[in-house]
T-cell receptor, first 116, second 109 residues
Framework: KAGVTQTPRYLIKTRGQQVTLSCSPI?????VSWYQQTPGQGLQFLFE???????NKGNFPGRFSGRQFSNSRSEMNVSTLELGDSALYLC???????????????FGPGTRLLVL | KNEVEQSPQNLTAQEGEFITINCSYS?????LHWLQQHPGGGIVSLFM???GKKKHGRLIATINIQEKHSSLHITASHPRDSAVYIC???????????FGKGTHLIIQP
């Protein structure tokens, strides 16, 4: 089976712009979770999608949003970018039946976002 | 909110040594994950456990629910084990995973 893929791998944006990141889960996986990793805060949970619905949400402002399509592919969007949004954004997929955080998660390679 | 503490933050050891990385958390959980992150960012899930002990090759993970503590052991360490090891927990009142800061392990030949 192909692993989790994320596009793009690298992205440079300027403050105030918006960005959309994409994640394709492992075939058959219905849960996709998104994480932000920064040197200062480490890894933080953004949200989890299951069957096209947001099932869980972390403590991030409303500028961070996501969605999931019927084929389980997921996108996350960050509007009005700030310098502090520069980070590695990782998605992970899992089967989804027990809730992503209670299942083995398979991580994608990440999208490295730089906001100037 | 669950607080996840890992120790040590940094660890340098010689090839062949037995390695232990510790993780403690403040609130009861439903599962604990051990993750490995290599330079470049890729993360691999090593273990998910809610009780007892699991073993995979040279890696062993244990958890003590009463003491809110888990350990990751590496036997016969090898330079390819050099990576950041991250502990993460689920449950404890938070949605999603709560992560520790990671342990940066370097195994010297």
């Amino acid at each position: 089976k192909a692993g989790v893929t994320q596009t793009p791998r690298y992205l440079i944006k300027t403050r105030g712009q918006q960005v959309t990141l994409s994640c394709s889960p492992i075939s058959g996986h219905r849960s996709v979770s998104w994480y932000q990793q920064t040197p200062g805060q480490g890894l933080q949970f953004l949200f989890e999608y299951f069957s096209e619905t947001q099932r869980n949400k972390g403590n991030f402002p409303g500028r961070f949003s996501g969605r999931q399509f019927s084929n389980s592919r997921s996108e996350m969007n960050v509007s009005t970018l700030e310098l502090g949004d520069s980070a590695l954004y990782l998605c992970a997929s899992s089967d989804g039946t027990s809730g992503g955080a209670r299942e083995t998660q398979y991580f994608g390679p990440g999208t490295r976002l730089l906001v100037l | 909110k669950n607080e996840v503490e890992q120790s040590p933050q940094n660890l340098t050891a010689q090839e062949g040594e037995f390695i232990t990385i510790n993780c403690s958390y403040s609130v009861g959980i439903s599962a604990l994950h051990w993750l490995q992150q290599h330079p470049g960012g890729g993360i691999v899930s090593l273990f998910m456990l809610s009780s007892g002990k699991k073993k995979h090759g040279r890696l062993i993970a244990t958890i003590n629910i009463q003491e809110k503590h888990s350990s990751l052991h590496i036997t016969a360490s090898h330079p390819r084990d050099s990576a950041v090891y991250i502990c993460a927990v689920s449950g404890g009142g938070a949605d999603g995973l709560t992560f520790g800061k990671g342990t940066h392990l370097i195994i010297q030949p």
